[in-house]
C-alpha cells in the first residue's frame, strides 16, 4: 500500500509559536500594568465626599503643585476686569478677546473660556517647577507642605491628589503626610499630559 504525499508542518508551527509568543507577552504586560494599580491606589474604606470640600494638588514630574480654587477664580476676575477695560463695553470684543486667553496660574495653564462658565480646564506646564516633597522627618512645619497641611480643617476638607504617571513616590509621600495629620485623601489617576477639569460634570471623588 502506497503512503500519500507527506505535508510539511514547519510553517504551521512557525506561525503558532509567533501567536503563543505574542500572547504570552500581552498577559506579561497586563499582568505588570494590574500589580502597578494594586500597589499604589490601594486603600482603606471608602468613604463618599459629600459632607467636605476638596483640595487640589498634582502630582507631577515627582514633584507637588497645589491647585488653588481661590487663586484660580482671582486670576479669572482680574482678568476679566482687565479685558472689560480694554474693550470698553464692547461684549462682541470681549468674547473675542476672552476666546484667545489663556492664563498660567502655579505651573497650570489654564483655559479663560471654560473659567467663565465655572469649570476650570488646567493643562500642566510641562517645563515648570513644582514642590519637591522630601521624607516625613524633613518636612517641618515651616515647609511648603506642611504649612498647606496646616491650613486645611480635617473635619470640612479633604486632599484629592491627581497622580501623573511620573509621581507615584510623591503621592505616597504626600499621602502618608495628610494621614499623619488626619486629613483624609482621595486619589485619581491621570495620563501623562492630559487636562486636569474641575466643575460642573465631573464624577464624585471618594475619599481613602
Known amino acids: 500500500m502506497s503512503e500519500g ?3 510539511d508542518l514547519s510553517s504551521l508551527t512557525d506561525i503558532m509559536t509567533c501567536i503563543l509568543g505574542c500572547l504570552v507577552f500581552i498577559i506579561m504586560l497586563t499582568g505588570i500594568d494590574a500589580s502597578q494599580i494594586t500597589v499604589l ?10 459632607d467636605k470640600s476638596p483640595v487640589f494638588f498634582e502630582c507631577r514630574k515627582d514633584q507637588l503643585f497645589e491647585i488653588s480654587l481661590d487663586q484660580l477664580k482671582k486670576a479669572c ?12 463695553g464692547n461684549e462682541q470684543e470681549f468674547l473675542k478677546q476672552a476666546a484667545q486667553t489663556m492664563l498660567e496660574v502655579n505651573g497650570q495653564r489654564l483655559d479663560y473660556t471654560y473659567a467663565l462658565m465655572g469649570k476650570y480646564v488646567l493643562m500642566p506646564i510641562m517645563d515648570a517647577t513644582g514642590y519637591a516633597l522630601g521624607t516625613a522627618t524633613e518636612e517641618t512645619p515651616d515647609k511648603w507642605y506642611a504649612s498647606r497641611l ?8 479633604f486632599i484629592c491628589f491627581l497622580v501623573r504617571p511620573d509621581s507615584y513616590r510623591v503621592f505616597q509621600r504626600a499621602r502618608n503626610l495628610a494621614w499623619i ?3 483624609n485623601v482621595a486619589c485619581e489617576l491621570q495620563d501623562e499630559k492630559n487636562p486636569i477639569s474641575i466643575g460642573p ?3 464624585r471623588m471618594y475619599m481613602q
Open 5 to 7: 504525499p507527506s505535508i
Open 41 to 50: 491606589v490601594a486603600t482603606p474604606k471608602e468613604m463618599t465626599a459629600d
Open 181 to 183: 495629620n488626619n486629613i
Open 77 to 88: 476676575d482680574e482678568k476679566t476686569e482687565e479685558i472689560r477695560d480694554w474693550v470698553k
Open 150 to 157: 496646616a491650613q486645611i480643617d480635617p473635619e470640612t476638607q
Open 201 to 203: 460634570g465631573g464624577e
